[in-house]
């Protein structure tokens, strides 16, 4: 996922989507360290770009929890 997603565009997204697009996220970041560490990475600004989106991922995730919790309580 090269293109960095805004929050706003996260919060339509159901938890189980979010979800699954944060495990692409994750192995996409575990790619891109690899590459750091065989010297083959060209734009090292997507790094910290993808580290952004996780925690936007984490977010938008974690908010969505807080709402379910206190819709049960």
Same mark, same amino acid.
């Given at each position: 996922? @090269?293109? +960095?997603? *805004?929050? #706003?565009d996260?919060? !339509?997204?159901?938890?189980?989507? &979010?979800?699954?697009? &944060? =495990? ?8 891109? $360290?690899?590459?750091?560490a065989?010297? +083959?990475? *060209?734009?090292? @600004?997507?790094? !910290?770009? +993808? =580290?952004?989106?996780? #925690? $936007?991922? &984490? +977010? #938008?995730? !974690? @908010? *969505? &929890?807080?709402?379910? !919790?206190? =819709?049960?309580?």
């Amino acid at each position: 996922m @090269s293109n +960095t997603m *805004k929050y #706003a565009d996260l919060q !339509n997204k159901g938890k189980e989507e &979010l979800q699954e697009m &944060l =495990k692409e996220l994750k192995v996409g970041l575990g790619k891109l $360290r690899f590459e750091l560490a065989n010297k +083959t990475l *060209k734009d090292f @600004s997507q790094i !910290n770009k +993808t =580290k952004k989106d996780i #925690a $936007r991922f &984490l +977010t #938008a995730i !974690n @908010s *969505k &929890l807080l709402i379910q !919790n206190g =819709k049960n309580k």
